[in-house]
């Protein structure tokens, strides 16, 4: 009877080794399932993050792009517009350049003939023409008529003092 019980209490005890045999090998079984859930799941969040990343960058590539073209609109109206200023501007300029000249031009000549007719100049009036001879000359480009008579009136007509002048001016008068 000794020996049934030791059969019995051996399978027993076998049987119990088997149960916890297979208990670690479900346990590990189990372990590795859960690490493979976790892997998947790791894997899901990387595609999850790297999809919203990748929509993220679409998305703003696409602002960035839309504000970018309006910017250069932007600018490219605003270049267009100052170069139209400026042509419209270096007109003007022309215009008002050519306009001066002829101003200047017309009363080199007009003092010129007027101190040819009293036949003297002062130098007050010598001052005078030269200041309206240089930037005519000089910045403007002018000569011929208006030259002539600043070289006439510096170097041929005799210089004479401011009463001297007027008593002649009456006299021409």
Excluded at 88 to 103: D, I, P
Excluded at 126 to 131: A, D, G, M, P, V
Aim: some cysteine.
């Amino acid at each position: 009877m000794h020996d049934i019980l030791l059969v019995i209490a051996g399978g027993s005890l076998i049987t119990a080794f088997l149960k916890f045999i297979e208990f670690v090998i479900e346990r590990f079984i189990h372990k590795k399932e859960r690490k493979e859930d976790k892997a998947e799941n790791i894997d899901d969040l990387r595609k999850e993050m790297k999809d919203h990343i990748e929509d993220t960058n679409r998305e703003w590539k696409e602002t960035l792009c839309d504000k970018n073209s309006a910017l250069i609109e932007e600018l490219r109206t605003a270049v267009l517009k100052l170069t139209e200023d400026s042509n419209e501007r270096a007109k003007f300029e022309k215009y008002v350049g050519e306009s001066l000249m002829a101003l200047t031009h017309d009363k080199l000549v007009h003092l010129g003939k007027a101190y040819q007719k009293r036949g003297a100049i002062t130098v007050a009036e010598q001052s005078n023409l030269t200041l309206l001879y240089r930037p005519y000359h000089d910045g403007l480009g002018g000569n011929h008529d208006g030259e002539t008579w600043y070289n006439y009136c510096m170097n041929e007509l005799p210089i004479v003092t401011e009463e001297k002048a007027l008593e002649m001016d009456k006299k021409n008068a």
